[in-house]
């Protein structure tokens, strides 16, 4: 059993690294022409194959379980061309044993699949982020036209509101605008500036100018009266220190979409929002899915054996690749469409990320023992209805 699990393991790391080279090339070259308008004096062509070069591991992380199913599927029914999954058939070997002896050979790819999912990509996304803001002056991310923003509680009790326009690398930041309100949700003053940047859980604000609004602003709006004094007052500093729970951690975590944080990060930046009293629910729902991320390899390779069992009379290697492309695609489609209406219906995290693919294994076992019993199912169904013994 173990030279026959060997022999599989090595069939199908090796299947599996020719389609991931081959996705991974493709979809590189795509992004590559995408990429070329952007090309010029600042930003030259190597700065370009740089950025796809950090680009790789995300999209490994990506193509990875559609490369595996293919992969997966590829071997097996090369050994099924080849009868050899007959002999083992033959030797005593059941499909549900096989099919443990897939899963035994997933696990080192399980394994990597954590630690690129939790070491490489992070660390590949945010360097790729740091290097576009210094190359490109953009990160892309969750920015709108007006920039970012970020909400958290001021040292007075009351909150404060901060936009940043431009993200620059090492923490630094730009064109930051600072709203301050009290504990009624009043606005107390308004704070722009041009630069600034993140030192020991401090935001230390360069160029500021600071518009202090009177407490009794909001009683002569409303009476309509006209004061006796100037309601805003307006003051120029060279430098203000604000104590803030935001770090660069946590600013270009703002950046990253959620599932290609590591996990820790996404729950220290879920924290973070919660303590805000903002809204985590797609940072869960990404820290759901990245859990499961993993498992969804076992659910790959348990699609791939009923498909990659079947004899060759019943379909060349071709059309069993072909199918893998559908029911891989399908899968990735059904996952989006998970998320989106998970999001939409404010479904619980867990069933976002675990039912497409608890889903997609009950299917794929479910085929799995049909193969397997097919003559039991054909036998019973003959016995409960006599008459299809004619019609074959």
């Known amino acids: 059993m173990r030279t026959a699990r060997r022999y599989l393991a ?18 590189t070259f795509f992004a590559l022409i995408e990429e070329l308008d952007d090309v010029g004096k600042k930003f030259t062509l190597a700065n370009l194959f740089y950025m796809q070069a950090l680009q790789l591991p995300t999209r490994l992380y990506d193509l990875l379980p559609i490369g595996l199913l293919i992969g997966a599927i590829l071997s097996l029914a090369g050994l099924a061309q080849r009868n050899e999954l007959v002999i083992l058939r033959v030797s005593g070997v059941s499909g549900i044993k096989l099919l443990i002896m897939l899963w035994l050979v997933t696990i080192p790819l399980v394994i990597g699949a954590f630690v690129l999912s939790e070491v490489v990509t992070p660390a590949a996304e945010i360097k790729a982020s740091e290097t576009s803001l210094t190359l490109l002056g953009e990160a892309g991310g969750g920015r709108l036209n007006s920039g970012y923003w970020f909400k958290e509680t001021a040292e007075q009790g009351g909150t404060r509101i901060i936009n940043i326009a431009q993200l620059k690398a090492n923490g630094n930041v730009g ?3 600072v709203y301050e309100f009290n504990t009624g949700q009043e606005l107390t003053s308004l704070s722009q500036a041009g630069t600034g940047h993140f030192a020991d859980g401090t935001l230390v604000l360069q160029q500021v100018v600071q518009t202090h609004i009177d407490a009794r602003s909001l009683s002569a709006l409303a009476d309509a009266i006209k004061p006796d004094a100037p309601l805003t007052r307006v003051q120029s500093v060279g430098e203000r220190v604000l104590q803030t729970t935001l770090t660069p951690e946590r600013l270009i975590a703002r950046v990253l979409t959620p599932e290609r944080m590591s996990m820790l990060d996404l729950v220290d930046y879920i924290d973070y929002l919660e303590s805000n009293q903002l809204q985590t629910e797609r940072q869960v729902v990404a820290l759901w899915r990245k859990m499961a991320y993993p498992f969804t390899l076992l659910v790959m390779i348990t699609i791939a054996a009923p498909i990659g069992f079947m004899q060759t009379r019943r379909g060349g290697v071709g059309s069993k690749v072909f199918v893998g492309i559908l029911l891989g695609v399908g899968f990735f489609m059904l996952n989006q469409l998970a998320l989106n209406v998970g999001m939409l219906s404010q479904w619980a995290p867990w069933v976002t990320a675990l039912v497409p693919n608890l889903g997609a294994l009950a299917v794929a076992l479910a085929a799995l023992i049909l193969m397997e019993n097919q003559h039991n199912v054909r036998r019973f169904n003959q016995t409960r209805w006599p008459w299809s013994k004619a019609a074959a």
């Open 175 to 177: 064109d930051v605008t």
């Open 10 to 27: 090595r069939e199908i790391y090796r299947s599996s690294t020719v389609v991931l080279l081959a996705l991974i090339g493709l979809f």
